[in-house]
């Protein structure tokens, strides 16, 4: 079966960047649709960046808390993808989750149940 797991959490300051990993491993899966949620304490999971493919060309798709911050990405014939975090703020502090789903799409989903995969998640926290 199929497994997503995160890599790349970590504490950082204020600030500062992180990049997280999503690495598949696994059964033979056809995927073409990443994208990754995060759930603070006491707070739904939501939405933050999800990345969708058609042949060569990439479709992308952010929070409006995120954009112009945190950049999705993925390497091209690999089963990885990236999210690159930049200048964190404390809000961001939460657990992120890599998803992935296999959807052909020009505009990549921003609901949870629109991904069938899920990593187990790992810890972001933005001290102040």
């Known amino acids: 079966q199929l497994q997503l797991e995160e890599s790349g959490g970590g504490l950082v300051q204020t600030g500062g960047s992180l990049r997280l990993s999503c690495a598949a491993s696994?059964?033979?899966?056809?995927?073409?649709?990443w994208g990754w949620f995060r759930q603070a304490p006491e707070k739904e999971r939501e939405f933050v960046a999800a990345?969708?493919?058609?042949?060569?060309?990439?479709?992308?798709r952010y929070a409006e808390s995120v954009k112009g911050r945190f950049t999705i990405s993925r390497v091209n014939g690999e089963n990885m993808s990236y999210l690159q975090m930049d200048n964190l703020k404390p809000e961001d502090t939460a657990v992120y989750y890599c998803?992935?789903?296999?959807?052909?799409?020009?505009?990549?989903?921003?609901?949870?149940?629109?991904?069938?995969?899920w990593g187990q998640g790992t810890q972001v926290t933005v001290s102040s």
């Open positions: 696994g059964r033979t899966y056809y995927t073409n649709i």
């Open positions: 998803a992935a789903s296999s959807r052909a799409t020009t505009l990549p989903p921003n609901v949870a149940a629109d991904f069938g995969l």
């Open positions: 990345i969708s493919w058609i042949g060569k060309t990439d479709y992308t």
